[in-house]
């Protein structure tokens, strides 16, 4: 005889305690499972400092630094500390560079981080610096900011001595190193002393040329007009104007009633020979260069009589 109600009360604890069983079971399993998926996945290693990047700093720049130098002809010079000659611009103003973009493509500034070293002879209460346009700091010397030229290739060097008549080197006291007196007459006055010289020199080929205080080739551009001058900024980075301030100093052979000046596009004064505006050639290294001769049958060398030669 079957008694359902006793064996209902009977199964009904029994699947209760199989449910929970099961229950547990696929608890222990799911965790274990997810136990193992973890022990499975990659974990990136936290980063070292070595694996970290590093930033690196701006390289400093080297500090500027001036020395004197003595130059057999010139006499007690300032040099940097490669012993390049360094050079003052006499358009400029006391802590002031008038040196455009154009002028300090020819004419590297000597770049200062504040406190340049000095060697031997230097005047540290001379020292000092200026901002340029771009915000750099150029060096001071009495006031006036101190150049290299583009043309001096090694130490010793002074090409760009007394070029356009506002270039010249500078001695331990802060002045402008001037031609020397035998290249100037003796009736010249003071006021005159930083003049540009226009003597006459003989070559062997081309004769008698015009050539400044330096003996450095002086040259006629053919394009140009009476009083007139026709080359541009371009022009003027590889021809370098004779400039003047108005009364040039005249040599033996030279025509005074030939000289005069005539204003270029940024105000300063070219002098002119026969009305024609006198040049440099920037790839003329020394005195008796005349490399410039003919090129592109433009530029001529120009005689005391104010002609072009070979022309």
Known sequence: MNHPTHVSSIKKPALLAIALAVMVLILAACQSKAASTATQVPVAPAPTATSAPVATPTAAVAEAEINVAMDPKLGSILVDGKGMTLYMFTKDEADKSNCNAECLAKWPPLLTLGSPKLGDGVDASLVGSTALADGTKIVTYNHMPLYYWVNDKAAGDT?????????????????AVMPAATETPAAASPAVAGEPTINVFKDPILGDILVDGNGMTLYMFTKDEADKSNCNADCLAKWPPLLTQGTPVLGAGVDASLVGSTALADGTLIVTYNHMPLYFWVNDMKAGDTTGQNVGSVWFVVNPAGEPVGQ
């Not at 090409?159 to 002045?175: D, F, H, K, M």
């Open 159 to 175: 090409t760009g001595q007394n070029v356009g008549g506002v270039w010249y080197v500078v001695s331990p006291a802060g002045v």
